[in-house]
């Protein structure tokens, strides 16, 4: 069993509210890095990304919109048939795996 410690990752070894929370803001978070890299660090340890302890933070809404976004593209792929749509999954497919590999989930 793998044991983690607060020092090393502070979400990880939060409560269960604040944990969720977090680790569903490190998907835009990674999809912002993505897109614009200029914000890029070497160590991600030590509370580099502060811990979501409620509900109402506004870092939620940036979580909210990464999942309307992929939920869109979704419900696009499944009801339009056209040429984009292998396009479309192949980039999902990519985008996600990639956040995989380097995610707590």
């Known amino acids: ?9 502070p979400s990880a070894a939060a409560a269960a509210p604040s944990r ?3 680790f569903n803001y490190l998907l835009p978070v990674n999809a912002w ?9 070497c160590d991600w340890t030590m509370g580099t990304i502060v811990l979501i ?3 109402v933070d506004l870092r939620n809404l940036a979580t909210l919109i990464f999942y309307a976004v992929f939920g ?3 419900v696009y792929v499944i009801l339009k048939h056209g040429s984009r749509t292998r396009e479309i999954i192949m980039v999902n497919h990519f ?11």
């Open 53 to 55: 302890e409620s509900v």
């Open 1 to 9: 069993m793998l044991i983690v410690f607060r020092f090393d990752n």
């Open 20 to 22: 969720h929370l977090t």
């Open 33 to 41: 890095l993505l897109l614009c890299p200029n914000s890029l660090c």
């Open 72 to 74: 869109g593209l979704a």
């Open 95 to 105: 985008v996600t795996n990639y956040f995989k590999g380097y995610s707590d989930f």
